[in-house]
């Protein structure tokens, strides 16, 4: 029998746990690194026209004026990741994302890229 009005408890305390677990584990196998893109997202209606692009050569020129080497993101499978890997962004790691795994209810990999502002056009 499950704790709570329909499980509200232990599906709660899942998530917290599951949110833990990707936090502990992700500070592991993160690369070191000198700045990072936490989320991007354009409204969907505004897609392809060049938004993101503006956003993130910003972004990365702002970082390597600031002296900055190297910029990480952490994405998913259930993202937009060849917009980074379109960028020059360079694949690093991924691992079993728990806490999107969770969320979705089906199996998501999270990953990691990573891009060399030197190189960076
Ligand atoms: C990722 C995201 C921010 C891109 O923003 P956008 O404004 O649509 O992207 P742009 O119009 O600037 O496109 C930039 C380039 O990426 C390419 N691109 C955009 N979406 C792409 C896709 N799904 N697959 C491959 N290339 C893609 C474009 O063709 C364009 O290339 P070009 O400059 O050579 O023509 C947007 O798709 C988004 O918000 N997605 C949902 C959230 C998400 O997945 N965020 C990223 C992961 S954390």
Request: proline fraction near 2%; aromatic fraction near 16%.
């Amino acid at each position: 029998m499950g704790l709570g009005v329909y499980g509200f408890i232990p599906r709660h305390f899942t998530f917290f746990w599951k949110y833990l677990v990707t936090e502990i584990r992700d500070g592991k196998r993160s690369p070191d690194v000198d700045g990072e893109i936490l989320l991007l997202m354009v409204d969907a209606d505004s897609r392809g026209l060049g938004i993101g692009r503006k956003l993130v050569d910003k972004f990365l020129a702002e970082a390597k004026n600031l002296g900055g080497k190297s910029i990480r993101v952490c994405t998913d499978e259930a993202s937009n990741w060849r917009f980074y890997k379109n960028y020059g962004f360079q694949r690093y790691s991924d691992y079993f994302d728990e806490l999107d795994s969770f969320i979705h209810k089906k199996s998501i990999r999270g990953i990691y890229y990573l891009i060399d502002l030197n190189k960076a056009s």
